[in-house]
């Protein structure tokens, strides 16, 4: 009997729609297809390649609003944010691709030696609901520029907009080029332990480690971009107002459920009252509810198992003494108010797990190195903040994370990686590095 998941609005509990669930037969099916696409896709040039990637995309762009207010209404973001995220997607197309097209140019070594980059086959992308379009498709161009083909089995949140979006673009690819089949965790699995050569994955560490695990067997390639709990270091000699502005906005972004959000802050405890002060004001200002409604920053949890695991951390850091300036551990579902907790220690889960909410969790330091200490604890190392002045490269230089932020968010945009330490993954996209992940180097001498 043909499985099916069904999507629904996570403000309201209303159905949205439904998809079929891919069967294993099918995915070994799917995979075979990808297989044959790929072998004439590898023998086109680089640069006709991207010609045809570059073409889907700009035939994506005629659909609209129909493919925002979609993202909006399945994930719960607001209409602003999700239109930013479809704008986006549609932009890195043609971009990415000719990034990757320079990165993944042949290289003449010594004498007559020469290093190219070749397409490894069939590559799994496996992708989350937080920013749905934006992470499979960070993914996915590199990919299909090296010359393999991509299946994508996209979050069980979010099918409908995957399908809208990819399953769109794959109409103006070549045929079985690009595939979207869906499912759950089981479907994410078997797809891993088809006959495919490599696993480009966004999601949670614990789901990257199986994937780890099933994929050692063929020792397929990954790429792994994972969790985080980001910590912002704000020392005395901070400007207090860009930083309470950056922790409100780095801890609410996106309801809270982004993997570089704020999820710790470490203030000297000489300016820790007015800066909290601050960040209480500023939080105040943010409005939550449904995607549709005006002025709109925070949307719902994506579902009750989410809403559930933010209020037990809260609900724990109250019972262990943490004190509430805004919001509360007593919130119900689907939407959880702009949340600003002090008095955060070591015990806490709020410290020690990645949280997904909008929670901005404020400890206090006396000395700097106590921060630092505290702000490397964790076992994830994606991004970290730091503002200041006098000794703020010192305490950047410390921080372990692959993305750092000094006196403004992580990340450098333009054409650096996407890039986590630790336990955060490891394998990245962007960048000519990046872009490299998705192919295999053979070197020839002639
Ligand atoms: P998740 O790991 O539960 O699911 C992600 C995807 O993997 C889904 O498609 C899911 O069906 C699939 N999946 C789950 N278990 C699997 C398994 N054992 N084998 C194969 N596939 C499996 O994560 P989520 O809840 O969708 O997303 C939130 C997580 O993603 C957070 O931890 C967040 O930090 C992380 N994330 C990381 C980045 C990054 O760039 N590092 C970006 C976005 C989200």
């Given at each position: 009997m043909t499985q099916m998941i069904t999507s629904f609005d996570p403000s309201n509990g209303q159905r949205l729609g439904e998809v079929e669930v891919a069967s294993p037969a099918q995915i070994a099916k799917k995979v075979a297809n990808a297989k044959l696409a790929q072998r004439a896709w590898r023998q086109i040039s680089m640069g006709e390649r991207v010609q045809q990637i570059s073409d889907a995309y700009h035939g994506l762009e005629r659909r609209g609003s129909e493919l925002p207010s979609l993202l909006a209404r399945e994930m719960g973001k607001d209409i602003g944010r999700a239109t930013s995220e479809i704008r986006g997607a549609l932009y890195m197309g043609p971009h990415y691709a000719e990034e990757a097209k320079r990165a993944l140019q042949t290289r003449q070594l010594h004498g007559r030696t020469e290093l190219q980059y070749r397409p490894l086959g069939v590559v799994g992308v496996i992708s989350p609901w937080n920013y749905p379009v934006m992470m499979a498709n960070n993914l996915i161009i590199p990919a299909l520029v090296a010359g393999n083909a991509v299946v994508l089995k996209p979050s069980e949140e979010t099918p409908l907009i995957a399908e809208a979006f990819f399953g769109e673009l794959a109409k103006r690819l070549p045929k079985d080029l690009l595939t979207v089949l869906h499912g759950d965790r089981d479907t994410g699995k078997a797809l891993v332990e088809s006959?495919?050569?490599?696993v480009a994955f966004t999601g949670s560490k614990a789901a990257g480690q199986d994937i780890m695990a099933r994929a050692a067997s063929s020792l397929k390639r990954l790429v792994m971009e994972l969790g985080g709990n980001d910590p912002m270091i704000v020392m005395a000699d901070a400007n207090l107002e860009q930083a309470a502005r950056f922790a409100v906005a780095g801890s609410l972004e996106n309801s809270g459920q982004m993997c570089t959000s704020i999820e710790r802050v470490y203030v000297d405890a000489r300016v820790a009252e007015k800066f909290e002060q601050r960040v209480v004001e500023i939080a105040s200002m943010y409005e939550v509810g449904p995607w549709d409604q005006p002025h709109v920053n925070v949307g719902p949890m994506i579902n009750p198992r989410q809403h559930q695991k933010v209020m037990s951390q809260l609900h724990q850091a109250q019972q262990m003494g943490a004190e509430f300036l805004?919001?509360?551990?007593e919130q119900s579902q689907p939407y959880i108010r702009p949340t600003v907790v002090r008095g955060?220690?070591?015990?806490m889960a709020l410290e020690t797990?990645?949280?997904?909410?909008p929670v901005v969790a404020i400890s206090r330091f006396e000395r700097v190195d106590e921060a630092i200490e505290r702000a490397n604890a964790?076992?994830?190392?994606?991004g970290a903040v730091v503002f200041g002045n006098q000794g703020v490269q010192q305490v950047a230089d410390q921080l372990e994370a692959g993305m750092i932020g000094i006196n403004q968010g992580q990340g450098g945009g333009g054409e650096a990686p996407w890039v986590g330490a630790k336990q955060s993954g490891f394998g990245f996209h962007g960048s000519i590095e990046g872009h490299r992940q998705f192919a295999q180097v053979r070197v020839v001498s002639k």
């Open positions: 006959d495919i050569q490599m805004l919001g509360s551990a955060i220690t070591p015990q797990e990645e949280t997904f909410g964790s076992e994830y190392g994606l």
